[in-house]
């Protein structure tokens, strides 16, 4: 009995994914984690490259590192498996108190074949590509090749295997099932087997979801059946390898989508079709309900586009998870609005040392003075991640990033405000132009504040390069009773100094130094 209560601890300090009122958290060792995460190049996945890696990791102030494992490294030859990566990987990672999420990479990556062993990629017969609709063949792996369903799901169950067999510690805490799914310059697959599939009925689960009684792709899906019916395709397909891996190790799992415009319908034709887009979630869900979440590649730092790309996939029944984002200065920023959204990681892709940049997407290469605003950013949630993770699923969370415009923000926390300013000196009024001519503060790149409801009037509040000022809703007197300046210090929020003075006449001024305040606020017909 002594070994099966053990057993059961540890099935119980199992990473999940824990639901409650349509707000999420990732639980790791039994809590609520934050993943401020590092992703690392795609070729980074080698033992020998592991030195360019940890310093960037360590610079970033990461406490999760996202790092590819390619189908073709580990199983080069058919049925012959190799995991000398990870048994490198996974105690490095552990002796440096990082977690780990591990992205298979097998049939699609980028939607292509590149990271399938050799024998995969030149046996067309066994392994065929898509059909596009001129009848001539893709570069993609199609969907309804059985033996490379087959081969991709054995391989996965392998890797798997080695996690519940060599991780018993679970420092790998969420698995990436492929990598941008879906296919550029094809809507859908139209070989033979896709084809008959298209002209028969909608497989029943997906009618249930879209809450239909029968019908063909065209009568359910009307001009949108192609894409629709390749992301069912697609997510059947990575659905049923998640099934087969989470059937040895019940880790979480996901799949990163290669984004749409978030702001405008588009040709499906012009982005990867049938992959995890903001319009095919629902089809998603339903072809793959072993993912617990589709997550967003967030490439665009227009600030509106952005945000709605958050709005997308930051659902009551999707967790949002920023599994990519680009990392030149002008992302970090966006981490606040990720943060606010309740987003349970957020991710800058290419953070490691090899020298290579995936500029214009990101930086032009990635150095110390790249990392620099995205540490600064993970450096004022670091010390209280797990209290963050913990109030954005049982309280409430908001964010706020600088926009494009520099234009203010107000946030709405229900009964209370707060307005966000970012380019405002700490002292006096933007009006005081008695005292000089030029008030403006050009905005901290990495400009933007975390909010955190502690109660019905108090709040957590921290942010860089910004000025908070509360208010009530609708209006209505109030007192700002106390400004808190706090240190999260064992498991509570131990009181440093109060601010006050010319530290709250104007406002709450956050400068690049990073401050966390405790705000207290008495509404005047309450006293
Ligand atoms: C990402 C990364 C890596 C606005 C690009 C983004 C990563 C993959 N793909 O460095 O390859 O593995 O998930 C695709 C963005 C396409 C261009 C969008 C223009």
């Not at 390749?230 to 390898?241: C, D, F, L, M």
């Not at 967030?298 to 009551?316: F, G, M, N, Q």
């Not at 050009?442 to 957590?460: K, M, S, T």
């Given at each position: ?10 099935q ?12 999420h958290a990732?639980l790791?060792d ?7 995460a590092?992703?690392a ?5 080698y033992?020998?490259?592991l030195?360019?890696?940890?310093p960037?990791v360590e610079?970033?102030g990461a406490?999760t590192l ?5 189908w073709?490294?580990?199983?080069p030859?058919?049925g012959?498996?190799?995991f000398s990566?990870?048994d490198?990987l996974?105690p490095?990672a552990?002796?440096?108190g990082?977690?780990?999420?591990l992205?298979w990479?097998?049939?699609?990556k980028?939607?292509g074949?590149a990271?399938?062993?050799a024998?995969v ?5 066994r392994?065929?590509r ?8 893709s570069?993609?792996?199609s969907?309804f ?13 392998r890797l798997?295997t ?5 991780d018993a510690?679970h420092t790998v805490i ?8 879906g296919t550029y ?7 033979q087997?896709a ?6 009925e909608?497989?029943?689960p997906l009618l ?6 029968g019908?063909?792709?065209r009568?359910v ?6 894409e629709?019916?390749h992301?069912w395709s697609i997510g059947?397909?990575v659905?049923?390898?998640?099934e ?8 979480p ?5 290669a984004?749409?415009d978030?702001?405008?319908?588009t040709?499906?034709a012009s ?9 095919m979630?629902?089809?998603w869900?339903?072809a ?8 967003p590649?967030i ?8 945000r709605?790309?958050l709005?997308h996939?930051?659902?009551p029944?999707n967790?949002?998870f920023v599994s990519?984002?680009?990392?030149r ?9 990720a943060?606010?959204?309740?987003a349970?990681?957020?991710a800058?892709?290419?953070?490691d ?7 214009p ?10 990392i620099?605003p995205?540490a ?15 109030l954005?699923y049982?309280?409430?969370?908001f964010g706020?990033?600088?926009p494009?415009?520099d234009a ?11 307005r966000?300013?970012?380019d405002?000196w700490?002292f ?6 008695f ?7 050009e905005?901290?790149e990495n400009?933007g ?5 502690l109660?019905e009037n108090q709040?957590?509040v921290?942010g ?7 208010g009530?809703?609708?209006g ?8 808190e300046?706090v240190e999260?210090?064992e498991?509570?929020?131990?009181f ?5 003075g010319d530290q709250t006449d104007?406002?709450?001024?956050f400068?690049?130094r990073g401050a966390?305040?405790?705000?207290t ?7």
């Amino acid at each position: 009995s002594g070994l099966a209560s053990v057993g059961a601890e540890a099935q119980e300090d199992r990473p999940r994914i824990v639901t409650e009122n349509g707000r999420h958290a990732l639980l790791v060792d039994g809590q609520p984690f934050l993943m401020l995460a590092a992703q690392a190049h795609n070729s980074s996945n080698y033992p020998s490259v592991l030195p360019e890696v940890w310093p960037a990791v360590e610079a970033l102030g990461a406490n999760t590192l996202m790092i590819p494992v390619a189908w073709e490294q580990i199983e080069p030859v058919e049925g012959r498996f190799d995991f000398s990566y990870l048994d490198a990987l996974i105690p490095q990672a552990r002796e440096r108190g990082v977690r780990l999420v591990l992205l298979w990479f097998g049939t699609w990556k980028n939607t292509g074949p590149a990271y399938t062993p050799a024998w995969v990629k030149l046996d067309r017969e066994r392994f065929p590509r898509l059909v596009k609709e001129d009848g001539t063949e893709s570069y993609a792996l199609s969907p309804f090749g059985e033996e490379t369903l087959e081969a991709d799901r054995r391989a996965f169950v392998r890797l798997m295997t080695y996690l519940r067999d060599d991780d018993a510690d679970h420092t790998v805490i969420m698995v990436q099932v492929e990598n941008e799914t879906g296919t550029y310059g094809s809507v859908r697959d139209y070989g033979q087997a896709a084809q008959e599939a298209f002209e028969a009925e909608v497989p029943a689960p997906l009618l249930a979801s879209e809450g239909q009684e029968g019908g063909s792709w065209r009568d359910v899906f009307g001009e949108d059946a192609d894409e629709a019916f390749h992301a069912w395709s697609i997510g059947s397909y990575v659905g049923r390898i998640a099934e087969a891996g989470k059937a040895v190790l019940d880790l979480p799992m996901y799949t990163n989508a290669a984004l749409r415009d978030p702001l405008k319908d588009t040709d499906p034709a012009s982005y990867a079709s049938g992959g995890p887009t903001d319009n095919m979630l629902d089809i998603w869900q339903a072809a793959a309900p072993d993912l617990s979440l589709l997550s967003p590649d967030i490439y665009t730092a227009e600030s509106e586009a952005y945000r709605a790309a958050l709005d997308h996939y930051a659902k009551p029944d999707n967790p949002l998870f920023v599994s990519e984002t680009g990392n030149r200065v002008d992302f970090a920023r966006f981490f606040f609005a990720a943060l606010g959204k309740g987003a349970i990681g957020f991710a800058p892709f290419g953070m490691d040392y090899t020298g290579y940049g995936n500029f214009p997407l990101g930086a032009k290469a990635t150095t110390p003075e790249i990392i620099e605003p995205f540490a600064q950013v993970y450096d004022l949630v670091r010390p209280f991640e797990r209290e963050w993770a913990r109030l954005a699923y049982e309280s409430e969370v908001f964010g706020a990033a600088r926009p494009d415009d520099d234009a203010p923000q107000t946030l709405d926390l229900g009964d209370w405000t707060a307005r966000v300013d970012y380019d405002l000196w700490q002292f006096g009024q933007p009006d005081w132009t008695f005292l000089g001519d030029d008030l403006h503060r050009e905005p901290d790149e990495n400009a933007g504040v975390l909010i955190a409801r502690l109660g019905e009037n108090q709040f957590l509040v921290t942010g860089i390069g910004a000025r908070v000022t509360f208010g009530r809703t609708g209006g209505g007197g109030f007192t700002l009773v106390s400004a808190e300046e706090v240190e999260w210090e064992e498991g509570n929020w131990r009181f440093r100094r109060m601010w006050n003075g010319d530290q709250t006449d104007y406002g709450l001024n956050f400068t690049d130094r990073g401050a966390v305040l405790r705000v207290t606020l008495v509404p005047d017909d309450d006293r």
